[in-house]
């Protein structure tokens, strides 16, 4: 049977939500899309499409919570922050689930939800913040930097249980990653450190979020 054209926009965006079902489903797959476009061979989410349709999941009479999916390498720090701030700020039941990888600003992607789960092969990246191209080389880009870094400092460590003295020894690590400083966390080890809720996979996280609703 074809799509509807509102049926192919949302299917575009990475949200799904059946008729029978009154939860949606919000993906963010590859890389997170900011201000520039990527290359049309990068698998990207792209922050403005999900922003409207998290509006309409908040609006919508009918869905009455939604699971975020997450199986990102990070990307643009802006954009990831905005989505991460838009899903806390919802009074519908939300419940996130780290399938793959959830790194870099995918973090607080992964904890922004009300309840969050990772499966046990997944991981997450936990590194300082990143520029490219053209950086000034004066005292208010470090100052830009450290501030930035703070934003998310303090959005991960007020959506989880993770102290904020940890959060940033994780970050400075030299020896969990070869080219960088930073922490790669399994399943385990992000719950373990108060970073996720729990271990689980799709069915633990939809129980979860029936339980909100």
């Given amino acids: 049977?074809?799509?509807?054209?509102?049926?192919?926009?949302?299917?575009?965006?990475?949200?799904t939500e059946t008729p029978?079902?009154?939860?949606?489903?919000?993906?963010?797959?590859?890389?997170?899309?900011?201000h520039m476009l990527l290359p049309?061979?990068?698998?990207?989410?792209?922050?403005?499409?999900?922003?409207?349709?998290?509006?309409?999941?908040?609006?919508?009479?009918?869905?009455?919570g939604f699971l975020l999916l997450l199986n990102t390498v990070g990307g643009d720090v802006e954009a990831g922050l905005a989505i991460a701030e838009?899903?806390?700020g919802m009074r519908k039941p939300s419940v996130s689930l780290v399938i793959g990888g959830g790194h870099s600003i995918g973090v607080p992607l992964a904890v922004c939800a009300r309840r969050s789960?990772?499966?046990?092969?997944a991981t997450m990246t936990l590194h300082p913040v990143r520029v490219s191209g053209l950086v000034i080389n004066a005292p208010q880009s470090v100052d830009y930097l450290r501030q930035m870094q703070a934003r998310v400092a303090r959005f991960v460590c007020a959506h989880s249980s993770l102290p904020k003295e940890s959060f940033?020894?994780?970050?400075?690590?030299?020896?969990?990653?070869?080219?960088?400083?930073?922490?790669?966390l399994d399943g385990e080890a992000a719950v373990r450190c108060g970073l996720i809720d729990r271990i689980g996979g799709l069915g633990d996280a939809l129980?979860?979020?029936?339980s909100l609703l």
């Fill in 1 to 15: 049977m074809p799509k509807s054209e509102e049926e192919r926009t949302r299917a575009d965006t990475g949200v």
């Fill in 20 to 34: 029978e079902s009154p939860i949606a489903c919000v993906s963010i797959i590859g890389q997170i899309e900011g």
């Fill in 40 to 64: 049309e061979s990068s698998k990207s989410t792209k922050y403005e499409h999900i922003l409207p349709e998290l509006v309409r999941i908040e609006q919508s009479e009918t869905t009455r």
């Fill in 86 to 88: 838009m899903v806390a």
């Fill in 117 to 121: 789960f990772i499966v046990p092969t």
């Fill in 168 to 184: 940033y020894r994780l970050l400075e690590a030299r020896e969990d990653m070869a080219n960088d400083v930073g922490t790669i």
């Fill in 207 to 210: 129980e979860a979020l029936r």
